[in-house]
């Protein structure tokens, strides 16, 4: 992108987010950062942008995200044994109580394999 190209609020808020970084980091005074993040909000082409940027080093770009393993699935015996318990009891007419028993050893064997249960909701927003 040449210097000369406009730029638009994404490129802005980037930007801001950055220079964020470099205050957190120490490398700004309060002053200097509030005086940078007014001429982001004001620029308008990429060079008013990389004037800001001149001193400072650039920032490394952020690591992908990790994957997650899927831990909820059951492995395929647990899920197989579970089908011939449950259905040897139904065409057998054995009492529910039988039923009852094998539905939560089920739960118990897929906790205990788990692990407890942990909250997985966003992330509370930052503070700066």
Do not use: C
């Not at 899927?70 to 449950?86: E, H, K, S």
Request: proline share 8%; net charge positive; no cysteine.
């Amino acid at each position: 992108m040449s210097g000369d190209t406009r730029i638009g609020d994404a490129e802005r808020e980037q930007a801001a987010a950055a220079l964020a970084d470099h205050y957190t980091a120490g490398r700004l005074e309060h002053s200097e950062y509030a005086e940078r993040l007014d001429a982001i909000w004001t620029a308008r082409t990429r060079a008013d942008l990389d004037t800001l940027f001149h001193d400072l080093p650039r920032l490394a770009p952020p690591e992908p995200p990790a994957r997650r393993r899927d831990r909820g699935r059951l492995p395929l015996p647990v899920v197989a044994l579970l089908v011939l318990v449950v259905g040897g009891l139904v065409l057998t007419h054995l009492p529910l109580v039988l039923l009852v028993v094998a539905v939560v050893i089920f739960f118990k064997i897929s906790h205990h394999r788990r692990g407890p249960r942990q909250w997985h909701g966003s992330r509370p927003a930052r503070r700066w």
